[in-house]
Structure formats: structure tokens, C-alpha cells
């Protein structure tokens, strides 16, 4: 990143599988330590990720963060460290109750799975056990909405998957993917760039002011959204070449890398 463009950051935000943590899901203790010391030099440090909530809160608290955390892709950001839901958009269930027997009937194998944030709820075709359905319709509530519809389909990797789902459910739905052998579908416009730009549109921080890092397909609109963009060197090449940098891997701490060298950085100019 240019010297101007260094000075202008205001805010970090960093996905976590693929990116900030490592292959086994560990976070290193040069990323917190990054995160840690960014927040302490007055940045506003935000995790952005599919992950739900109840999955997303140790991990906050453990590093100490303050502010808010984006989880499910965007659907819902809370506040730190209690986990407080700020804001929330799920998917309607009469968009469900369409496009879920659209789905069935055009992908082989298909089988799904209901995110609400503070639980699951799946098929048995996708897991089965005790708490599993066998269909998924049987489950929809219009006093319960979901944030995000899983679906795994035989025989179709999640890039074929997502698109056969965006054409048959197009204006409604969002497939996207995080890297997990399955697409993680939002409500149409719904995704981590939506969920960023609104969080600080209320902070007052614009699109120039952002730093963001990620690895997979789903953090693509938060590069498009962000004024400068990290891909990892794990990264998937699309992701890569939507970046206007790429670092080290998540096992070699390409998080901390950068934010070391942005924090000497913005030091140094203040010194000056």
C-alpha cells in the first residue's frame, strides 16, 4: 500500500477460516498479537466471517475485541464482547418455501440445512442424527427466520453449485462459498460487503478507510467494497486477482504481516 493510502486506515477486517486462522483452525499468537496491538493503536478491528455467532464469540473474546463482529456471511452483526445482535437479515420463508422444491427438483442429491445463529437445523440426507429432519420444510416458522440456507448437492462442486443456484433462484437468493464443500445461501444482496459497508456507513468510516483480508469466494465483495484488499497466498486465484495485495499463507501469519508493517507505518508518519 502507497503512504496515503496507509494513512487513511481506520478499520481492519479480516476473515477467519483460510485467513487469520490456520489449516487446523488454531489462531497463532502473531495474528492475535496484530489484532491486538491495531486495536491499541486506535483501529477498529472487526471479524467478518460465515461462521454464526455462537462460533464467532470465543474467538472475539479470547482476543479482547471491542466493537462488533460480522458472522453467517453478513446476515447478522453483533456487538462485543456480550454478542448483542445489531442487525439482522435473513431469509423470508416464503422465499424458502419456493425456492427449496426448486432446488430439489433441479439438483441431484441435494440436501440442506437451516443456519439461525444460535442453532442449526438439518436434513438427514445432509447429517444424520439426533436432532436431524428429513425435510427441511417441515421445520420453516414465519416467527423464526433463518439467516442462511446449506446446501449440498451430489456430485457438483460448490463454484457449480453456487451457479445453478443463483440462476435458478435469481433476485431472491445468494450462493456463495467459504471454501466448505457446500454453498452458504443469504437473502439476495446480502454478503459480507453489504453487512461492512452498513456497519461503517454507522461508524462514519467510508470504503477508503478499510482494510480487509480473506481467501475465498465470499470475500470478494468485500474487496470490491474496501478501499485496499489482502488475498492470502492460500487464497483461491480469483480471490488473488481481486486483491491489491497478496501475503503470506494463514500458516505463515500473513494477517500480522501486513498489519505489523502498516502499524510501523502509520507510527512512522506520526512521528514525522
Known amino acids: 500500500m502507497p503512504e496515503s493510502q496507509v494513512s487513511r486506515i481506520k478499520l481492519i477486517a479480516s476473515d477467519l477460516d483460510g485467513t487469520l486462522l490456520g489449516s487446523q483452525g488454531n489462531l497463532s499468537a502473531r495474528n492475535a498479537a496484530a489484532l491486538q496491538a491495531a486495536q491499541a493503536a486506535g483501529l477498529t478491528v472487526v471479524l467478518v466471517t460465515g461462521r454464526p455467532v455462537r462460533m464467532v464469540l470465543p474467538l472475539a473474546q479470547q482476543l479482547g475485541l471491542h466493537g462488533h463482529v460480522i458472522c453467517t456471511n453478513g446476515a447478522a452483526t453483533h456487538r462485543l464482547p456480550g454478542g448483542e445482535g445489531e442487525d439482522r437479515v435473513g431469509i423470508a420463508p416464503h422465499v424458502l418455501q419456493a425456492a427449496i422444491p426448486r432446488l430439489r427438483q433441479a439438483i441431484p442429491g441435494v440436501a440442506f440445512a437451516l443456519e439461525y445463529g444460535d442453532r442449526v437445523i438439518r436434513e438427514r440426507a445432509l447429517r444424520d442424527d439426533a436432532d436431524s429432519v ?139
Open 134 to 272: 428429513p425435510d427441511i420444510l417441515s421445520v420453516l416458522d414465519d416467527h423464526q427466520v433463518p439467516l442462511k440456507l446449506i446446501v449440498r448437492g451430489a456430485g457438483l462442486d460448490t463454484h457449480a453449485l453456487n451457479a445453478r443456484i443463483n440462476a435458478l433462484c435469481a433476485g431472491q437468493l445468494e450462493a456463495s462459498s467459504s471454501g466448505a464443500s457446500f454453498s452458504e445461501v443469504a437473502a439476495h444482496g446480502v454478503n459480507k460487503g453489504y453487512a461492512l459497508a452498513r456497519l461503517c456507513g454507522l461508524l462514519g468510516l467510508e470504503g477508503g478507510q478499510c482494510l480487509v483480508f480473506g481467501d475465498a469466494h465470499n470475500d470478494l465483495p468485500m474487496f470490491a467494497w474496501a478501499g485496499a484488499s489482502v488475498a492470502m497466498n492460500n487464497a483461491v486465484q480469483g480471490v488473488q486477482r481481486a486483491a491489491g495485495e497478496v501475503t503470506l499463507s494463514n500458516d505463515e501469519d500473513g494477517v500480522a504481516v501486513v498489519i505489523e508493517r502498516l502499524l510501523e507505518t502509520q507510527g512512522g508518519l506520526l512521528r514525522h
